[in-house]
């Protein structure tokens, strides 16, 4: 017999003894002596309390000041600025490449600031490439407009 086969009966033989047989009958009540002191049983003594666990409270959470700032999360719409208007208004103001990638540096007419890549979104554009001085975003077809191009270029001063 192999070390896994007596291993395994050895844990069924371990089993069925314990789910088997006849339930340990109940102590039998004990009857104290006439004229003996009374003894309460075993069970009925109460355990000692716990100690009272100090309360603990989370840390503060900060609450976010706008500032005068923009709320991120709100759309540009809802400010009455169109994310068309946005992007046609906003300028190229720089360039960065290296080794790993290469980054559109632009600025929309509110004074914000966006680094993007290519495929990256900016209002309902999205960035298609990034040349040496201007970059190509592809805008969502409108009716009437002759393209769906735009070529912003960088801003020399």
């Keep these: 017999m192999t070390a896994a086969r007596a291993l395994l009966l050895a844990a069924l033989a371990c089993a069925l003894a314990g789910c088997g047989g006849s339930p340990e009958p109940a102590p039998e009540p004990a009857v104290t002596p006439p004229g003996a002191p009374a003894v309460p049983p075993a069970t009925a003594m109460t355990p000692p309390a716990a100690p009272a666990l100090p309360e603990v409270t989370g840390p503060e959470i900060p609450k976010y000041e706008i500032k005068g700032r923009r ?62 001085d201007s970059v190509v975003f592809q805008m969502a077809p409108r009716s009437g407009a002759p393209t769906n191009r735009m070529v912003l270029k960088l801003a020399t001063n």
């Design 71 to 132: 709320d991120p999360f709100e759309s540009l719409d809802a400010k009455g600025i169109s994310p068309t208007s946005a992007l046609g208004a906003a300028k190229l103001t720089g360039i960065v490449r290296s080794s790993k990638a290469t980054l559109a540096l632009i600025e929309t007419p509110d004074g914000l600031g966006y680094i993007l890549r290519s495929g990256d979104t900016l209002g309902d554009g999205r960035l298609l490439e990034i040349g040496s």
